[in-house]
């Protein structure tokens, strides 16, 4: 699966978390978010969650005031995407105990640190939540040690 950007926004259009893993300049960067945002949040719930944008296709799943929206190739399969967004909003609930837009936002490294665990160059590597999260326990355990 060629994933090539991840993005979290809330209601408001605001991005919280924006993955790319493919090379994009800056200003196309904004573009490309300020665009792909506001066609998804213009949708109701009732339209499809996905849509073609240029070179490749957008799916997006909403979560509470999240949107969870990933930019993949044309020939990727839709259903594999939205329930690899599923299995990442489990593997950040598993982590942050019921996820929300605070927990991202002040916890962005881990957040990263996660996908990181999950996604390699734009290929899913890893869906076993404990195994994408045993780096984090390994380093959270160090932390409270140093105290």
Do not use: W
């Amino acid at each position: 699966m060629a994933i090539k950007f991840l993005l979290l926004v809330n209601k408001q259009g605001q991005t919280r978390l924006a993955q790319y893993y493919e090379y994009v300049t800056l200003d196309e960067r904004v573009v490309t978010e300020a665009e792909i945002i506001r066609k998804c949040l213009g949708r109701n719930e009732t339209q499809c969650s996905f849509m073609e944008y240029k070179h490749f296709r957008v799916i997006y799943r909403r979560y509470a005031s999240l949107y969870f929206i990933l930019g993949v190739d044309s020939t990727e399969n839709e259903l594999a995407v939205l329930e690899f967004i599923h299995n990442v909003v489990e593997t950040f609930d598993r982590y942050f105990n019921n996820v929300c837009e605070l927990d991202i936002m002040f916890n962005l490294e881990k957040a990263h640190m996660i996908l990181d665990e999950m996604v390699m160059s734009g290929e899913i590597v890893e869906t076993n939540k404990a195994r994408a999260l045993a780096p984090l326990a390994v380093m959270d355990q160090a932390a409270s040690q140093g105290r």
